[in-house]
Nanobody, 125 residues
Framework: QLQLVESGGGWVQPGGSLRLSCETS????????ISWFRQAPGKEREGVSC???????FSADSVKGRFTISRDNTKKSVYLQMDSLKSEDTAVYYC???????????????????WGQGTQVTVSP
């Protein structure tokens, strides 16, 4: 059974850091791009970062220089290191599997076929 399971969310003060993990199973991670999305209350879901199967990565302008996506195919996991967190980063974070190995069109949720259940990240004093 194909699954993506996020963990690592929680509460952190502004300026702090969190590391999210996405553990995958049921498919060969090496062959697919994986992305992180987030959805804040009352807002649409937005793409945060994408890691292609050949290690190319992409990030939204709002998180560049603060968030780093990485993957460890041997551990079947994808990570999102979040530094210098801001209150506007508060959201539920999801990892998702793209239909192919590259991050082409990674911003569009229609290019994904499996999603995790999400993990809450709250940034506040």
């Amino acid at each position: 059974q194909l699954q993506l399971v996020e963990s690592g969310g929680g509460w952190v003060q502004p300026g702090g850091s969190l590391r999210l993990s996405c553990e995958t199973s049921g498919f060969t991670l090496d062959n697919y791009a994986i992305s992180w999305f987030r959805q804040a209350p009352g807002k649409e879901r937005e793409g945060v970062s994408c890691a292609g199967s050949r290690r190319m990565t992409f990030s939204a302008d709002s998180v560049k220089g603060r968030f780093t996506i990485s993957r460890d195919n041997t551990k079947k996991s994808v990570y999102l290191q979040m530094d210098s967190l801001k209150s506007e980063d508060t959201a539920v974070y999801y990892c998702a599997k793209m239909r192919g190995q590259y991050c082409f069109g990674w911003f569009s949720s229609s290019n994904y076929d499996y999603w995790g259940q999400g993990t809450q990240v709250t940034v506040s004093p």
